[in-house]
């Protein structure tokens, strides 16, 4: 299978990352496991582990601010829509989806916990519905309090990943495969995956450039490796050598490398 021929030739060699603040042509595209979120071409999104706030940095001159940390308890995916920001949070053990306006005041809480199997993970579309997974196998556009059904998948023994990616979904279902869906729900592709045992998924990433990627972590050898998908075919565009960390840039050209977030984010 593609998978795991690539992974063993991913494998082949570690890169080292050298130090000094990145070039203009690089985004960071996952920071320790986590996507990094891409508004347009200016700003970049980032949570990290036990920071209740969103990073935002600047592509154009690397400026860093801090958002929604007084309205966030455990932040973790991010999406911007028409400017409005979308980032899922985690509160008390309840699953919740916050809306803020473009100077993050906040315009709703959907408390998602009660509907989605899959913690943090959902994908806005244009038009503002909001798709989560559901217990029942369903992937389902949530719109003014009601559920409707956007596609079906397979049952699968772990949840999966979501995010929005070519104006509609890109789902990632563990030992099962990768599907892209247009905003109706209809299949774009879909790409089956042989999974190995020691190998599990981290996220679903989509760049400034539409790039969508997946973040690959090797359970024994706790190296990762970043895939990225063609938008056509769903077919192994290209990956990246093994990092020992789920921290990965990407340039212009769509080399994906291993990164640290020292580079990026002085504080």
Known sequence: MIFNSVWRGALAALL?????????SQDLIFVD????????DS???????????????????GAVFTRGEHALTSPYQVQEVDGRWYVSDVVNGEEWIVVFDT??????RIRIDTLAQAPHQFAVLPDGRIVLELADFRLATLDAGELTTFA??????????????SGGVLHAVPDMYVTLYNEQGNIRW???????????????????RGRMHMLI????RNTFVCFSFAKATGEILRWSEPGPSATF??????????????RWIDR
């Open 33 to 40: 496991g986590r996507a990094v979120a891409s508004a347009g």
């Open 103 to 108: 100077q993050w005041n906040v315009l709703e």
């Open 190 to 208: 879909r790409h089956l995956w042989e999974w190995r045992e020691d190998v599990y998924v981290s996220d679903l990433a989509v760049d400034a």
């Open 152 to 165: 079906l998948f397979e049952p699968a023994s772990r949840t999966g990943f979501l995010v929005a990616a």
């Open 217 to 220: 972590g090797e359970a024994n």
């Open 43 to 61: 700003v970049l999104a980032i949570t990290r582990q036990g920071d209740p706030s969103i990073l935002l940095r600047d592509r154009r001159t």
């Open 16 to 24: 080292l990352v050298g130090c000094g603040a990145p070039p203009s």
């Open 249 to 262: 840039s990407i340039d212009r050209l769509g080399e994906i490398t291993p990164d640290g977030l020292s």
